[in-house]
């Protein structure tokens, strides 16, 4: 399936709550290495929105030079407390470092999935592109046909970009050009462009379904 589109970084809203007050507020105001110091003293204690919190600021260079392998350390014991946002901004740091780092990719199989048990919308729609592509696990077009419908479902643009084209020209599922065109112009409503390029085709090869 060509041009698969990935849900990039999970950002969070710095989470709120009384313990968070002085670290919100060094945040807002810009004053990073304050704020990252005190979301490190929480992360240490074992707050998972707060290690959280720490590994996106890593991540961003935020108050620190920015260093995805702490990144990555933080995701994880964010991710092992069961923050799902965690577990997919973990995922999608191991599949960048798919042929860099052992395993990288059924490593981030196994945390998209932990992120789809959390109800990450994004989560979704990785782990059926790594269906569609056999990546960290057999091929699976009706797999990623599932994933990807329960993503389009809460609105995930890209998730209908991808479910338009597998309805469109899917191998191994039961193709459907309306649902194709369906889904594709929801994606381009949602702003995601490459939709339009697959839009023009299917009008091109079933003109009927844009007539409708």
């Known amino acids: ?60 260079g935020q108050g620190v030079k920015a260093d995805i392998n702490q990144a990555r350390q933080w995701y994880e014991k964010a991710a092992k407390g069961g923050n799902a946002k965690a577990a997919y901004n973990l995922a999608r740091l191991y599949q960048s470092l798919e042929g860099k780092v052992p395993h990288a990719i059924e490593m981030a199989r196994y945390w998209y999935e932990k992120a789809v048990d959390g109800g990450i919308s994004q989560a979704y729609n990785n782990l059926a592109t790594l269906y569609l592509e056999g990546k960290g696990v057999p091929k699976d077009s009706k797999k990623a046909l599932e994933l990807l419908q329960k993503a389009a479902s809460e609105g995930n643009h890209k998730a209908e970009y991808n479910l338009g084209v597998l309805y469109g020209w899917g191998d191994n599922i039961q193709r459907d050009k309306l649902k194709a065109y369906e889904n594709l112009t929801k994606a381009i409503k949602g702003g995601v462009s490459q939709a339009g390029d697959y839009l023009d085709k299917l009008c091109k090869e079933s003109a009927w379904v844009c007539k409708n």
């Open 1 to 60: 399936m060509k041009k698969l589109v990935m849900s990039m970084l999970v950002l969070c809203s710095i989470a709120f709550g009384s313990t968070f007050d002085d670290a919100i507020a060094a945040y807002n105001k810009q004053s990073y290495i304050e704020a990252l110091n005190l979301f490190y003293v929480l992360a240490k204690e074992g707050d998972n929105k707060a290690q959280y919190n720490v590994a996106l600021m890593y991540e961003n």
